[in-house]
């Protein structure tokens, strides 16, 4: 049996991780983690539950009796909180914003932390997030760090929301996406920064064809390692 692999993608809000992530990892083979999707289902759970996300105390208990797991169908990651495929509900700014929250505290990032690594440990896997080339997978094959400008990641979420047929205002987008920034950036537990071993790759003015052909040159230059 040929070596598992592990590659890891970090990045900010809207640098098309979860896009070039899912397309290199069919080219490559391998399975795709969106580690991004189980902080949504954990969110989406707190704030179905009524939880005030600011009472850290709070979210953390709740945290630790929630389960949360994740299955794959046709190919597709599929996040599991207590047995419910909330896939469908998790994409919703309220969420986004509500993940941001949760994902600062350590409680929450412990309970998923081993579901994380333990995938990674069993499959050659493509796992994107923010603290994947640093704390979930700190011995990765090979790790990328993914960006674009702040207005060119507000514009593509924009665009993608007109797309599903949501209202949409592309200022408030982009103030979002800043402020998601700073939350993940300026957290004590695992910030989002880029480790010293990954690669950057800037997409602002890449195609995705482009991205996701620079990341699966550089996964197959080290299979061949
Ligand atoms: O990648 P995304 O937008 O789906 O992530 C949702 C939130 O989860 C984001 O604000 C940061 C957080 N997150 C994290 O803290 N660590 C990860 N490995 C992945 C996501």
Redesign the pocket.
């Known amino acids: 049996m040929s070596k598992v692999m592990n590659v890891a993608i970090d990045g900010p809000?809207g640098a098309g991780?979860s896009t070039i992530a899912k397309r290199a990892a069919k080219e490559l083979g391998y399975i795709y983690v969106d580690?991004?999707?189980m902080?949504?289902g954990m969110a989406y759970h707190m704030v179905e539950k009524g939880i005030d996300l600011l009472d850290e105390n709070a979210v953390s208990e709740e945290a630790k009796k929630v389960h949360i797991t994740i299955s794959y169908q046709n190919g597709e990651q599929v996040v599991l909180v207590n047995d419910q495929n909330v896939n469908g509900v998790i994409r919703t700014p309220e969420v986004?914003a509500a993940?941001?929250k949760v994902?600062a505290y350590p409680v929450v990032r412990a309970c998923l932390l081993d579901l994380q690594k333990e995938m990674a440990k069993k499959n050659s896997v493509l796992m994107d997030?923010?603290?994947?080339g640093t704390v979930v997978l700190p011995n990765a094959d090979v790790k990328i760090f993914l960006t674009a400008s702040a207005e060119i990641r507000g514009k593509r979420r924009y665009e993608e929301m007109i797309q599903r047929g949501e209202k949409a205002e592309l200022s408030e987008i982009i103030q979002d996406v800043i402020k998601?920034d700073e939350q993940?950036m300026n957290r004590k537990t695992a910030p989002l920064k880029q480790a010293w071993d990954a690669v950057l790759v800037d997409s602002s003015y890449m195609t995705i064809d482009e991205v996701v052909q620079t990341i699966v040159d550089l996964v197959q230059k080290k299979e061949m390692a």
């Open positions: 809000a991780k580690t991004g999707a902080y949504r986004s993940a941001s994902s997030g923010r603290d994947i998601r993940d």
